[in-house]
């Protein structure tokens, strides 16, 4: 582009006197190295916010252009010419004619030389910001998935932990634009058939205000679109699959798919008793059986992770979207899961003091039900071209009862008896929540002045009954919990255009949280049944906590460069009441300087992007409330009323480099972040029998427990990926390093204590791409982990552990197919004693039949070589522990399938 191009696009641009409805846009295309006209070159005008607004034009013989009857908006403008480099920019449209004067396009230095195409189809394809992978460059099984399609494609690794995409964490998957069953990417990827995908987009999806403004704010979230085949969108197609085996071991389930253009419907449903969980059971709600005491209880995933020990379940889910016309869309997700878990559990704790060691030693037997339900939706409403309303509701319910017996004991060097339990717990939890969001989003007739106004609301009611049974002393503790929060919080922002290319915006946020904890314990007397409060182990607790915060930022976005600084003043106030036992109230006021920076730069391949912010988290109820928890008489918690908000520095930088026309990809992904006011753990153990100020009689050897506000956290990690297709084996290369550290500060005995946390972990993986027929995923991984520690220098560990996975799966004579699942690891413990290793060998056989092979037999076999096991070791400033967990042990199954393909031409 010649040196007066972007005075001419600003004449242009700035010209908003007039009030035409639509412009024409001219210029002319040259060579940029001899000035020579371009001729035929397509100079497209792609409208951001509506595609179908969009125009093209030629250029002529002498390289001059006419784009005419351009509307109101932002645009992006695409120039394309054989044998040239393509040329973007983004251009706000006035409503006035103008002439961009002389544009200079780069020749494109690679040449074609003696290469002959036969019906050649790109494998990777980069689209401005989007690459895209074209499905019919990769092969796979007739019955595949997305998650087996995917996994072929360079840069994409799908594993236990989800999908990534070029080094970084896919968050959602999109069904041809549309969010697909709670944006839960690996269900969703598992739900579709790979015969009705034609391509995969990766790229990084604005916000909802940009989409509607047409003005990056820089807030994105890393989604994959999968776009199906044009005649695969009417029809019915799924699958239903049905078997039984060995020790009554049996497993059902069907996935069926509606599509009717946009009116869209799958239905899913499964039931088992073989550790088979699409939706897994992990707390939904935020409840489960586990004492706080000893273990942190689950979080609030959407979906649910796998339990230890052996599971039961039942679950079913439907998920519904349709567009009203030009008005609106409604997507929404239904979900139940029932599960039943076994599990018998041994825990080897090194409890490290000072200059001495305890050992722990624990077997829990457990047995747990759990249910739940799970609603969200997303209604889009477009009350005319310049305001929009979304409203996303959100409802869980959750019902879980357990039972536990814990036979445990701690013990000194000299292997002498410090402390024991055997109790039984039971627990009884409920929990219901519901969540709110809605936005109005409105556009000025001034393009770039907009405005919107978001309102959330949230409501966790979480009720426990939970029973404690010394069997020793024959004695029987009730403990009831009622947990109340209310959240409010409404945000007003207005963003006006700055220049060419700029944007000032300023906001307002207040958020109002109410959170109550009203904890009563009874001590039950075994014959008569009659109860009496113990006022040291109950508490009502309240915690309001109010967020004051305006901010104001400046974003501008101009010839492949965004930048966006932003500068919010937070005041928070936290006021704490202990309603019962002794009265306390504590208010603490916060004031806090929250910059924010950002930035992309596009490169001649790739882009790098970083991002600076700061961000404040309060304690929450259980770290606040100042109450003793002796649900695990060896293992006391209590929480800290005095406790302060923390304050967080976090960075972010990514380098991402695709190379489509050598099918390669290299991407580079560093975090680091600082916590002032770290929430962390002092803990202290009891030398003899002792009772505490609240009254409390603790065993001698028994282990405290309390948070408290410390300073000189960090976190550092990068992971650097780097994809190849390595032609003469027709397979994918993915490499990746993976490096981390963390400080974590503590306290034991009253003395700090530093723990120093260093990982690296590095994979390498074979992914076939040779026919549909043969298909294979072979990888190794390795990876090591030492901490050490300022105090406590005999607590210092380190260990490592070596993986090695076969996942293949051969079509052959007739139909039969030939299925291996090999995965081999082992493990260099802490000592010796901690070192493990084992092979896990999954194998099958099935026959095809039936009408294009839509019929399957199979009969399978679960841990051939009989060696599955399940162990975990966590390395902490204060002790190293394994934990091992009942498994599921060989057995053989006969399962038949069925795969539905009915589509209707459109």
Do not use: C
């Not at 409920?430 to 309102?455: D, P």
């Not at 990746?736 to 390498?764: H, K, W």
């Amino acid at each position: 582009m010649n040196k007066n191009l972007l005075s001419v696009i600003s004449i242009f641009l700035f010209q908003s006197w007039t009030f035409a409805q639509t412009s024409n846009l001219s210029g002319v295309l040259v060579d940029a190295t001899d000035q020579t006209p371009v001729v035929g070159a397509t100079v497209l005008m792609v409208n951001i916010k509506d595609s179908t607004q969009s125009k093209y034009t030629i250029s002529d013989i002498e390289g001059r252009f006419l784009v005419e009857n351009l509307s109101r908006a932002f645009y992006k403008l695409q120039i394309q010419s054989l044998g040239y480099v393509p040329y973007t920019q983004i251009l706000r449209v006035q409503g006035v004619d103008a002439n961009i004067g002389t544009v200079g396009i780069d020749p494109d230095i690679k040449t074609l030389d003696d290469v002959e195409i036969q019906g050649f189809i790109a494998p990777v394809e980069k689209k401005g910001d989007t690459i895209q992978y074209n499905a019919e460059a990769y092969k796979v099984n007739p019955d595949a998935n997305a998650t087996d399609l995917v996994s072929k494609m360079p840069g994409i690794v799908v594993d236990q932990e989800g999908v990534s995409a070029n080094g970084e964490s896919v968050q959602q998957v999109l069904l041809d634009g549309k969010r697909f069953f709670g944006q839960d990417p690996l269900l969703s990827l598992n739900t579709i058939p790979a015969e009705i995908v034609d391509k995969v987009e990766v790229f990084d999806q604005q916000s909802e205000r940009s989409q509607f403004t047409g003005v990056d704010d820089g807030n994105t979230v890393k989604t994959m679109n999968v776009v199906t085949k044009e005649d695969k969108r009417n029809g019915q197609f799924g699958n239903a699959y049905a078997g039984y085996g060995t020790d009554n071991h049996y497993k059902a389930g069907a996935t069926i798919n509606s599509f009717n253009n946009d009116q869209r419907t799958t239905i899913i449903g499964m039931t088992n008793d073989i550790n088979q969980q699409n939706f897994s059971s992990e707390d939904l709600a935020g409840i489960s059986g586990q004492r706080r005491g000893f273990r942190p209880g689950g979080g609030g995933n959407l979906m649910v992770g796998t339990q230890d020990g052996i599971t039961q379940t039942n679950a079913a889910g439907i998920n519904f979207s349709d567009d009203w016309g030009a008005k609106g869309t409604i997507e929404g997700s239904y979900f139940f899961n029932q599960s039943f878990n076994d599990n018998d559990q041994q825990t080897n704790r090194e409890i490290f003091q000072g200059d001495s060691t305890q050992y722990y030693l624990e077997d829990l037997d457990s047995y747990s039900e759990n249910l739940n339900h799970r609603l969200r939706a997303r209604l889009t409403y477009n009350i005319n071209e310049d305001n929009k309303l979304v409203y996303k509701p959100n409802i869980s319910y959750q019902d879980n009862q357990s039972v536990q017996n814990t036979i445990a004991g701690t013990s000194n060097e000299n292997s002498e008896l410090i402390n024991s339990t055997n109790n039984d717990f039971l627990s009884q939890n409920t929990a219901f929540n519901f969540n709110n969001e809605f936005s109005w989003q409105h556009k000025f007739e001034k393009i770039g002045r907009s405005m919107m106004v978001e309102i959330e609301t949230q409501n966790k009611n979480t009720d426990r009954e939970n029973y404690y049974n010394d069997t020793v002393q024959d004695s029987v503790t009730q403990y009831l919990t009622d947990e109340l929060e209310n959240m409010f919080s409404t945000k007003i922002e207005y963003s006006e255009p700055v220049g060419l290319t700029g944007q000032l915006s300023g906001s307002y946020k207040i958020a109002y949280s109410q959170r109550n904890s009203d904890i009563r314990t009874y001590y039950i007397d075994p014959d008569s049944e009659e109860k009496s409060l113990s006022d040291q182990l109950s508490n009502n607790f309240e915690s309001k906590y109010v967020v004051h915060q305006p901010e104001v930022s400046f974003t501008n976005n101009n010839m492949g460069k965004f930048m966006r600084f932003s500068l919010a003043y937070q005041y928070a106030t936290l006021d704490n009441h202990q309603l019962s036992s002794e009265t306390l109230n504590t208010t603490n006021s916060f004031h806090s300087i929250l910059p924010t920076a950002m930035g992309k730069i596009d490169t001649k391949n790739g882009d790098i992007f970083l991002r600076y912010s700061t961000s404040t988290s309060a304690p929450s109820v259980s770290q606040l409330q100042n109450v003793v928890n002796n649900t695990n008489p060896l293992f006391i918690s209590l929480g800290n009323p005095d406790l302060d908000q923390s304050y967080s520095h976090n960075l972010m930088v990514r380098w991402s480099e695709p190379n489509p026309d050598n099918n390669r990809t290299f991407n580079n992904f560093t975090r680091i972040s600082a916590t002032q006011g770290y929430i962390g753990s002092q803990t202290t153990f009891l030398n003899q029998d002792s009772v505490l100020s609240s009254g409390v009689n603790i065993q001698k050897g028994t282990q405290i427990s309390q948070p408290k506000n410390f300073s000189g956290y960090w976190s550092v990690s990068n992971n650097t990926t780097y994809s190849l297709l390595v032609e003469k084996l027709k397979s994918n290369v993915n490499l990746s390093l993976g490096l981390s550290y963390q400080r974590i500060p503590g306290e034991t005995y009253g003395i700090s204590n530093i723990a120093d946390s260093y990982t690296a972990q590095t994979r390498v993986a074979f992914v076939s791409n040779i026919s549909e027929n043969i298909d294979y995923n072979l990888y190794y991984q390795i990876s090591g982990n030492q901490t050490v520690n300022s105090f406590q220098e005999n607590s210092n560990a380190s260990y490592y552990t070596q993986t090695i996975g076969l996942k293949s799966n051969l079509i052959f004579w007739k139909g039969l197919v030939f299925r291996n699942n090999v995965f081999f690891e082992k493990y260099n413990g802490i000592s010796d004693s901690f070192n493990s290793n084992y092979i896990l060998w999954n194998m099958s056989v099935a026959k095809k039949f039936m009408k294009n092979k839509q019929a399957e037999l199979e009969l399978s076999v679960f841990d051939l070589l009989g060696q599955n096991q399940s162990f975990s070791q966590t390395v902490s400033a204060g002790y190293v522990e394994e934990v091992r967990t009942e498994v599921l042990q060989r057995y053989f199954m006969l399962t038949f399938a069925y795969q539905l393909r009915r589509f209707k031409s459109n």
